[in-house]
């Protein structure tokens, strides 16, 4: 069975420093990799894409992907109290686009 | 303008009741979703269609028939209700010809079962 598992949280950093956060996933032939916001009470927002190993940034968002050690990340620089919220990691792979979800990291900026 | 719209919004009701979830997309996507999050936030896949045909059916009781009449809709009908059914029913959709760019998510029906 395919799984997705992150680091347990929840996480707290303080206002302005790097938020980390972890993602390893059990299918080697998984192709694309997602990281999803979700505010409490909101549906999950796609925030970041990555297919292919190494980093991807987009403003203060980097993923980064090792399908050697079939791992990703995300980092969050100078975090903001807005940051504050559940990060989902998401795998797919296959013909059918189904996307396996991790359990989500709750995170918290503190001001 | 809404891209991917739910309704209803909330639905509380009384064990052994029979309901239904609708969903619409008008981003022009071809695959549709329905996932299910649990109070520990954790999101569930159920099922997904593909043009009208059902492409992915998870260990879902029986008791949940989904039903996609075009590809712009997919509702969820839901009989004999159970305490733990209570959870947040999201929709969600995608495009199977441009790749895998991630998925649209609805806004949620959060259901509660009494």
């Known amino acids: 069975q395919k799984e997705v598992e992150q680091n347990s949280g929840p996480l707290s950093v303080p206002e302005g420093a790097i938020a980390s956060l972890n993602c390893t996933y059990s299918d080697r032939v998984s192709q694309s990799f997602f990281w999803y916001r979700q505010y409490s009470g909101k549906s999950p927002e796609l925030i970041m894409s990555i297919y292919s190993n190494g980093d991807k940034e987009d403003g203060r968002f980097t993923a980064q992907l090792n399908k050697a050690s079939q791992y990703v990340s995300l980092l969050i620089r100078d975090s903001q109290p807005s940051d504050s919220a559940t990060y989902l990691c998401a795998v797919s792979g296959g013909s059918n686009y189904k996307l396996t979800f991790g359990k989500g990291t709750l995170l918290t900026v503190n001001p | 303008d809404t891209a991917v719209s739910q309704t209803p919004k909330y639905l509380v009701t009384q064990m052994g009741n029979d309901k239904s979830i609708k969903c619409e997309q008008n981003l022009g996507h071809d695959t549709m979703y329905w996932y299910k999050q649990d109070s520990k936030k954790f999101l569930k896949i159920m099922f997904s269609?593909?043009?009208?045909?059902?492409?992915i059916n998870e260990t879902v009781p029986n008791r949940f028939s989904p039903k996609s009449p075009d590809k712009a809709h997919l509702n969820l009908h839901i009989n004999s209700l159970e305490l733990g059914d209570s959870a947040v029913y999201f929709c969600?959709?995608?495009?199977?010809?441009?790749?895998?760019?991630?998925?649209?998510f609805g806004s949620g029906t959060r259901l509660t079962v009494v």
């Open positions: 969600a959709s995608s495009h199977s010809n441009r790749g895998n760019y991630g998925y649209t």
């Open positions: 269609y593909n043009n009208k045909e059902l492409i």
